[in-house]
Structure formats: C-alpha cells, structure tokens
C-alpha cells in the first residue's frame, strides 16, 4: 500500500499570507497526485491534478508542484473562502488520501 | 450535467451488512471510461477510499477493507452499490460515491453530497 502524509495537520494564517502544505508519498508515485479542498458539511472538490495542473474554473492562487515523492501546494494569497480542509490523493496504485490540512484565518 | 446522490439506511446494527445505492443521473454510468468509487469519512477525520468498480463489473478494494467489501453495478438502473459486511462503530462514517475518472484528470471529479451511516444497537 502507498501512504500518503500531509504536514501540517492544521495552519493558522492571514488573509493575504501564503501558505503551504507538504504531501509525501511512501514509494515513488511520478506525478500521480491530486489536490481537493473540502468545506464543513460539503463533498471534497478537485483543485489541482496530475501534481501540477489547475482544474478549470480554480483560481490561479492555488498551485501545486513536486514528483516522485515529495508534493507542496501553495495558496499564493489566502482568502477567506479558503478555510476548508485540504487533502492530497495518489492514484499511482489504487487510490489513497494523506491525512488533510485544516487552513484556518488567524 | 452528471450528478450523484446516495441512498440507503442511515443506521445499522453491529455485525450486520450495511447497503448504500449511488444513482447517476444526467448522463449514462455505461459512458465514457469511468470507474465509479465510494470513499468514507469519519467525522471529524479525514478521507478513505474504499473502492471502485468499472462498467464492465471489474473491481478494485482498499486492502484495509477488501474482505468485508462488495461494489456491484446496475446499468439498467444507472446504479452502483456498495455492501458492508460485518460492520462496527467504526464504520461509522460519512459515505460518499464518485466518478472516477481514468484519463484528462485522473481524479474523483464529480461527487455525491454524502450519506451518513451509523452503526449502533
């Protein structure tokens, strides 16, 4: 089974701050990776996929990198609509979510 | 466009089977090179995909779960299920179904709103 670690688990920062969340796979996984961001009471959204690419309709705020390994996604300028919980997905074997990163405004 | 909605029993004895039913509507389950998966969440705790199954029966399980799952089709219904068997409280939990998608994104693109399921006596 691949596993997959989000750091942190929870980030508290300003409207307008950059933000950042690691994900790491467990083996080699390419660029088989996707972002979701999930509201309170509401079905995860797909953000970013195949690591790097912007799903249509996101706002270019929302970015992702990395391959092999080691996966960032970066809010370039936190909104207040961007408080949700923020998952990364594998999709090299099976699928697997990493842990989630709950974004809050401080 | 293409909309899920899951539906079954929202409380389930111990040991007993739990059934959920995804509905596809506004379009054909049988279209297009799509799996369709069920994912659950805890509340309070994150993601876990469960498994999924392709038009042609094919399926694919979460190892963690892969003894006590069946995910069946019914494109006549445009339908597909999932069965839980010997269930605890620990499968409590948020159940949604998705499309899978296998090319462009490979990603869970479209989603239900969710189920809840509560395991209890």
């Known amino acids: 089974d691949i596993q997959m670690t989000q750091s942190p688990s929870s980030l508290s920062a300003s409207v307008g701050d950059r933000v950042t969340i690691t994900c790491q796979a467990s083996?080699?996984?390419?660029?088989?990776l996707n972002w979701y961001q999930q509201k309170p009471g509401k079905a995860p959204k797909l953000l970013i996929y195949d690591a790097s690419n912007l799903e249509t309709g996101v706002p270019s705020r929302f970015s992702g990198s990395g391959s092999g390994t080691d996966f960032t996604f970066t809010i370039s300028s936190l909104q207040p609509e961007d408080i949700a919980t923020y998952y990364c997905?594998?999709?090299?074997?099976?699928?697997?979510f990493g842990g989630g990163t709950k974004v809050e405004i401080k | 466009q293409v909309q899920l909605q899951e539906s079954g029993p929202g409380l389930v004895k111990p040991s007993q089977t739990l059934s959920l039913t995804c509905t596809v509507s506004g379009g054909s389950i049988s279209s297009g090179s799509y799996y369709w998966s069920w994912i659950r969440q805890p509340a309070g705790k994150g993601l876990e995909w469960i498994g999924r199954i392709y038009t042609s029966g094919s399926t694919n399980y979460n190892p963690s779960l892969k003894s006590r799952v069946t995910i069946s089709v019914d494109t006549s219904k445009n339908q597909f299920s999932l069965k839980l068997s010997s269930v605890t409280a620990a499968d409590t939990a948020v159940y949604y179904c998705?499309?899978?998608?296998?090319?462009?994104?490979?990603?869970?693109?479209?989603w239900g709103q969710g189920t809840m399921v509560t395991v209890s006596s």
């Open positions: 083996q080699d996984i390419s660029n088989y």
């Open positions: 998705a499309r899978d998608l296998t090319y462009g994104p490979n990603a869970f693109d479209i």
């Open positions: 997905q594998q999709y090299d074997n099976l699928r697997a």
